[in-house]
């Protein structure tokens, strides 16, 4: 299960572990489900105790941009650990200016 | 060139076995103590391989994954992910960043990942008869110190 917390309008998931294929199917559907029905202004994505991360992560990382541009909201990224920095850096996500 | 160490393992295309194979080949290279940053790496571009032969080799149905290990000489890790799945029609096409076949969740990276984390990367594929990514990576070992 998902470690989210609600509050003023911000939706924060607390990501953990390895975001892989695998892991990233489950987090999506979580994720989205909730984005849906709270329809937050902001969705931060926590990043502190993630512990691996492959271009998997990065597909559910501009996919949750996506979902929330269509709902009218933004996404920010916190937390962001030395190592997985390199792969999302790679993205070019960080011209987005989510990345906090 | 001398080879010093092999392995080699084989296992079902279930995306479970993407963290399965990334410590498979961490605990192959511990022997050379590489720096974390390097470790990073290997296992990034690995699970970026494995986890292609699964989604596209394979259209995530059932097929067996190999992977092969080698430790040259001079620090020289060798790694070579193969499928027996659906190939690659044009590679030169499918190594470009952002090309993706996957649609809307993928960020068509993983070959780019791949190239930036190693030193090298090579692609051979056949259609209908699978595909071979082979990774190249010299460990500079700062952690070790010669006896
Ligand atoms: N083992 C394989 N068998 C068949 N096609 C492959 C294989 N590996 C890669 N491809 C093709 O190459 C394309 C690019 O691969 P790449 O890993 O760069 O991006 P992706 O897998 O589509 O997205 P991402 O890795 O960012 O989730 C794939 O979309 C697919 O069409
Ligand atoms: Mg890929």
Known sequence: MLNTTYENKVLTVFLSGEIDQHTSKNLRMEIDSQTESLRPETLCLDFDNVKFMDSSGIGLIMGRFRQMSLLGGRMKIVNLPENIKRVVYLSGIQTLGVIK | ?147
């Open chain 2, 1 to 147: 060139m001398n080879t010093l160490n092999t392995m080699e393992i084989k296992f079902p295309s279930k995306s479970i076995n993407e963290g399965f194979a990334r410590s498979v080949v961490s605990s192959f290279i511990l022997q050379l103590d590489p720096t974390i940053n390097e470790l990073t790496d290997i296992k990034t571009a690995v699970s970026e391989a494995v986890t292609n032969c699964i989604v596209h080799g394979y259209e995530d149905n059932a097929g067996i994954i190999y992977i092969k290990g080698e430790i040259r000489e001079d620090n020289l890790i060798v790694f070579k992910i193969r499928d027996k799945g659906k190939g690659i029609p044009d590679i030169k096409k499918a190594m470009e960043p952002l090309f993706t076949t996957g649609g809307e969740e993928r960020a068509g990276l993983g070959f780019a990942v791949m190239e930036s984390f190693m030193d090298k990367v090579k692609v051979s594929s056949k259609e209908g008869k699978g595909t071979t990514v082979t990774l190249y990576k010299k460990i500079i070992r700062t952690n070790y110190e010669k006896p």
